[in-house]
């Protein structure tokens, strides 16, 4: 797994920041499905609820599942559970996904 962390854009990604990582990383990742993330705030006070927050985050992934990208509001995250090396396989998709997010 890589996670590259970065300030956490306001509001999300946008609809062409989307696209722009989709076309970029079309050939090795081609499907896309939104990955559900919840983040819980518990407050110090034990009279007030829990704040639950949602967020929806684009995943692309190859055809079989093995790997995955996942672009959130502060990290891109790419993992897979055949690791074909550094040089052959993430360094490659890593390059395309930074690349995108960073021309948007």
Do not use: N
């Not at 190859?62 to 360094?91: C, M, S």
């Amino acid at each position: 797994m890589l996670e590259i962390r970065y300030p956490e854009i306001a509001g999300g990604l946008t609809d062409a920041a989307v696209s722009a990582m989709k076309e970029a990383v079309r050939e090795s990742l081609p499907v896309m499905a939104p990955q559900v993330e919840h983040q819980i705030g518990m407050p110090i006070d034990a009279a007030m609820p829990p704040q639950v927050e949602q967020r929806l985050s684009p995943r692309f992934c190859a055809r079989d599942q093995a790997t995955a990208l996942v672009v959130r509001r502060d990290a891109l995250v790419l993992e897979t559970t055949v690791y074909g090396g550094w040089v052959e396989h993430f360094r490659p998709l890593a390059k395309q996904a930074t690349e995108a997010l960073a021309g948007c």
